[in-house]
């Protein structure tokens, strides 16, 4: 389980009582986070970053399909409302979004569709290219009309097993990092279905999951 965690200087450290340390570098906008305000579309309604719980179901993005569908938040990556930190604010036709320089954004060429998506980082993000924003059950292409620099407080990830979530109806990864993107996520794929198969074999067994499957399930504090 989390034992502490702390973030200063640029650097978040988390400690666990299995005496696994992970550091992550906050850098200039948490790593990989979205601010407090930013919105999330649940069942019965939107919900701000800030208020959403481990459990809640999300609109996120079926990739195979195309499809803006719901799942589960399964933990957070980021969880701090203490921090404040400088943010990329990307202005599109009637949406914006406001998120950490590296985190990964999907950006289309404007009128090439969506072969085109390539995952940037959002300070890389420019005017003239193309954000992919719901329109009812599928995505769309929104021309980028500016992309600047914002502050505010509070620094949220949430972790979906897709890898995607819609904020503020604009489809998003849950990551950061090019060269680590499917690595993290087939990562964590791979460690809901071990915490699954333990789970199921714990009701007729005494043997304890290992150590590594608490990773995940510890960030959602």
């Known amino acids: 389980m989390l034992v502490s965690s702390n973030c200063a200087g640029g650097q978040c450290t988390c400690k666990f009582d299995d005496k696994i340390t992970i550091d992550w570098n906050k850098g200039a906008g948490g790593g990989f986070c979205f601010s407090a ?75 090439a569709g969506q072969s085109s998506n390539r995952l940037r980082y959002a300070k890389d993000a420019l005017e003239g290219q193309c954000l992919l924003v719901r329109d009812g ?22 972790l979906t097993k897709s890898g995607t979530v819609l904020v503020n109806g604009v489809v998003a990864s849950c990551y950061s990092k090019f060269e680590g993107y499917y690595v993290q996520n087939s990562f964590y794929r791979t460690l809901m279905q071990l915490q699954q198969l333990f789970a199921a ?15 995940f399930e510890t960030m959602t504090v």
Do not use: W
Not at 53 to 65: D, R, S, Y
Not at 137 to 158: F, K, Q, R, S, W
Not at 202 to 214: C, E, G, M, R
């Open 201 to 215: 074999a714990a009701a007729h067994s005494t043997i304890d999951p290992p150590a590594v499957l608490h990773l």
């Open 137 to 158: 059950d599928h995505v769309h292409e929104t021309p980028i009309t500016a992309v600047g620099t914002t502050v505010n407080t509070g620094i949220y990830a949430p």
């Open 37 to 111: 305000d930013q919105m999330l579309t649940t069942p019965t309604g939107a919900v701000r970053m800030d208020q959403l719980k481990v459990g809640q179901q999300v609109l996120v993005l079926n990739e195979a399909t195309g499809q803006a569908v719901f799942e589960s938040v399964d933990s957070f990556i980021h969880r701090r409302d203490d921090i404040k930190t400088n943010f990329v604010r990307i202005d599109a036709e009637n949406v914006h979004l406001t998120l950490s320089p590296e985190h990964l954004l999907p950006v289309v060429e404007c009128g």
